[in-house]
């Protein structure tokens, strides 16, 4: 019995070594789209779990649950990572209103964003200053908003194909717009969610204080672009006009979270590292099914459809599930962290953090020479609608692991959706599409095992991580 099971893995193997890379990719496709696991963890990680912001129990539930499911697929290893993330609470549901009169008020809908502090126990209300820039707002200077909520309300630029550039377009002023109106006296902020459509739902998101004093800091909400519209509208009528907003978050100090890590060791080149990720925390409004629940359980899949497709790696191949992306970005910074310690060699590293929509292709972060051998492989992925190889960004997460001889990747699915749900609460599982999502976690699994077939370009010339 034991030289049958010998014989029938040398089959297996020789049977995949023998596949052009044509019929590897269609196995791997075939695979996902009728034998995939990634919406039923999914489901799981979404429906059973729900949000999962750093230092929550959510978070701690998550952990618990990916290394068990990684577990169950006989990977060579499998580990956390201990990592220190911070601990910040919603607390309450917010509450806010427009006031034109004493007494006569518009309640609207709003989120604090995360990191933010309280407002009064007992509210805050204000007179409001719009701004469309942090620009035009320091030019007003401290006379003109000391005291008032400054109100941030440039939108996305909906001419923008690249909906992450209409975002990366007006994101600041959600980061760090309440630090620059805490110096100059404002008593609050209220920021235009970042989405395209109209709609009632606030998106929150991390901002920052930078090292500003505690006694600057001050409150800040993101409000729905339906509400937006609104308050603009009702300050171009009459802007005497008061916001009143009322939150209780509050930031507690730093707990130990993990990166969950599953690895199947390379038969040829296993000091050869090659990571495929997302990020395991969400923001709390949702259950983070979008962002990035989809990208969890799309990296995780792509170890188990290797296995299930018969592919031997020839390099190390890891599943890194990042812990705090969202308000630290602690988990690829300690990856790299301890990477570097190791003098462990990160050929490659792939992050899906773009939602679970239909995939387009990648960007890369890499040499020409290693972009010219990506080229040579667009006729693989033609079948398939991929389409988009172009030079790029990666991750957030796998940034940290860049060096001069590596490739870095993102997966870049159909952005044109994606941030009616980024940071809200109606990023949920009913909004993902298990087609989509199958698709996904079988490009990103095709690229692995070409990259991991033919290596980096030229790889004679990679380098460990120095710095």
Not at 44 to 68: D, F, M, Q
Not at 78 to 96: D, F, H, I, N, S
Not at 144 to 171: D, H, Q, W
Request: glycine content about 8%.
């Amino acid at each position: 019995m034991k030289y049958l099971f010998v014989i029938s893995l040398f089959l297996s193997l020789f049977s995949v070594s023998a596949q052009s890379d044509e019929e590897v990719i269609r196995t791997i496709y075939d695979q996902s789209l009728s034998n995939g696991k990634s919406y039923e963890w999914l489901d799981y990680l979404s429906n059973e779990i729900g949000g999962r912001l750093s230092g929550s129990l959510n978070a701690e539930k998550a952990v618990a649950y990916t290394k068990e499911e990684l577990d169950k697929l006989g990977l060579d290893k499998v580990w956390l990572q201990p990592v220190m993330v911070p601990k910040w609470t919603r607390g309450v549901p917010e509450y806010a209103f427009i006031e034109s009169t004493p007494g006569n008020t518009t309640q609207v809908n709003i989120c604090a964003l995360g990191g933010s502090i309280a407002t009064p126990d007992s509210g805050l209300k204000a007179h409001v200053i719009e701004v469309q820039t942090i620009e035009e707002l320091k030019e007003l200077g401290k006379e003109a908003v000391e005291g008032k909520i400054v109100f941030f309300n440039r939108p996305m630029n909906e001419k923008l194909i690249s909906t992450f550039m209409a975002y990366g377009g007006c994101v600041d002023q959600r980061y760090a717009g309440a630090m620059e109106a805490g110096k100059l006296g404002a008593s609050g902020v209220i920021v235009r969610s970042m989405n395209l459509r109209l709609d009632d739902y606030p998106h929150t998101g991390s901002m920052t204080y930078g090292d500003i004093p505690p006694s600057q800091r001050i409150p800040a909400a993101a409000i729905s672009t339906n509400d937006a519209e609104l308050l603009s509208s009702m300050l171009k009528i009459d802007n005497s006009i008061k916001f009143f907003f009322k939150q209780n978050c509050r930031q507690f100090k730093d707990v130990q979270s993990y990166n969950v890590i599953g690895q199947i060791t390379g038969s040829e080149f296993p000091e050869e590292i090659m990571v495929v990720g997302g990020h395991l925390d969400s923001w709390d409004l949702g259950d983070g099914s979008h962002d990035d629940g989809a990208g969890v359980v799309q990296s995780m899949d792509v170890l188990r459809l290797l296995k299930e497709s018969g592919i031997k790696p020839k390099r190390t191949i890891r599943v890194v599930l990042f812990m705090n992306e969202e308000n630290g970005l602690r988990g690829g910074n300690k990856y790299a962290e301890v990477a570097k310690q190791k003098n462990e060699n990160h050929v490659f590293a792939l992050e899906s953090d773009a939602g679970g929509f239909t995939p387009r292709g990648f960007s890369f972060d890499c040499s020409d020479a290693n972009f010219e051998q990506v080229l040579s492989w667009k006729p693989l992925f033609k079948p398939y609608l991929i389409h988009y190889f172009e030079k790029g960004g990666s991750g957030a997460d796998v940034g940290p692991l860049k060096q001069s001889n590596n490739v870095l990747a993102g997966l870049r699915p159909d952005s044109q959706r994606y941030f009616d749900y980024h940071h809200a609460a109606n990023d949920t599982f009913e909004h993902v599409n298990k087609r989509e999502l199958e698709l996904g976690a079988a490009t990103m699994t095709s690229l692995i095992y070409l990259f991991d077939k033919y290596g980096i370009n030229p790889i004679s010339k990679q380098k460990t991580i120095k710095d």
